[in-house]
């Protein structure tokens, strides 16, 4: 669920954990604040439907106000982020539909992409699979949790082989991941050493059967997450037309005319400045 107001982020531990990994060894300003940004929505650090204050995010990052509203902007024309008017910046939330979509999508894909590997198995991606396998179900919850299912994954679906299908897969995972809040979605009655246990077998159909099950199980999850996350965005939004939610403007990311144009190389220079100062860090 996320915070009916924006939260104050320069002690939370999860926020601090993405702008640690993500905010050093950058060019510009500008581009590590949009890595930040990208990666701690994608993530679930910031939850569906959260709203986003500047100026807590430019402090907790070490940065102006100027890159943050820019990297906003960014990410809005990405469909990561909405802004609502007088109010701010606001995590954008998927709708059941979409998420049942992204799920049919991934089992064409994915399915697909563990025909191919099986076909062209090889005893050492096996026994790397396996080892993998082993680490992501004893794996706590977290980020390691997450780089873990990323390397397990690849393997299981050869990206070597197949490299634009599982890069589609992992962008399709990245639309949901925000519901995932960078743990499991659910309890799952099945391990990932049971999949390999088909692979090594040979048997496509248990292998799919393992498979379908599994997206299932998470696609359901995520649409009531999905769901508890828009009615709650519809509630802030009933309140905000009855005159209860005003205020928020002022502890919110605006929308100004001369950052928008400031995205295209045409905003004003002091913009431009403060976006290609290197990072102090």
């Not at 950058?26 to 990666?39: N, R, S």
């Not at 802004?83 to 894909?109: C, D, K, M, W």
């Not at 009933?238 to 950052?259: C, H, K, L, W």
Request: net charge negative.
């Amino acid at each position: 669920m996320a915070p009916k107001k924006g939260r104050n982020l320069r002690d939370d531990k999860r926020f601090g954990e993405v702008v640690g990994q993500f905010g050093g060894g950058y060019k510009t300003v500008g581009q590590m604040v949009y890595t930040v940004l990208h990666e701690a929505i994608t993530s679930g650090a910031f939850a569906p439907g959260e709203w986003l204050r500047q100026e807590s995010i430019a402090e907790a990052i070490g940065v102006s106000r100027i890159p943050v509203r820019t990297a906003l902007l960014q990410l809005e024309s990405e469909g990561l982020v909405t802004f609502n008017p007088h109010r701010g910046a606001r995590v954008r939330t998927l709708s059941v539909s979409q998420i049942e979509e992204i799920y049919r999508l991934r089992l064409l894909l994915e399915s697909q992409a563990l025909r191919l590997s099986m076909a062209r198995m090889r005893p050492e991606r096996l026994a790397k699979m396996r080892e993998l396998a082993e680490q992501l179900d004893g794996e706590p919850e977290g980020a390691n949790f997450l780089e873990t299912r990323v390397r397990f994954y690849r393997e299981v679906y050869d990206a070597e082989n197949n490299p634009l299908t599982v890069e589609m897969v992992e962008e399709l995972r990245g639309h949901v991941g925000r519901y995932l809040l960078g743990f499991r979605a659910v309890g799952h009655n099945h391990t990932h050493r049971e999949l390999v246990d088909h692979i090594e077998a040979g048997d496509l159909m248990a292998a799919e059967s393992w498979l379908r099950a599994h997206l299932e199980e998470v696609r359901e999850r995520i649409a009531d997450l999905a769901r508890q996350a828009n009615d709650d965005a519809d509630d802030e939004d009933d309140e905000a037309t009855s005159g209860g939610g005003s205020s928020a403007s002022a502890n919110t990311a605006s929308r100004p005319d001369d950052v928008r144009t400031a995205t295209d190389g045409t905003g004003p220079s002091a913009v431009q400045a403060d976006d290609t100062v290197a990072a102090r860090r």
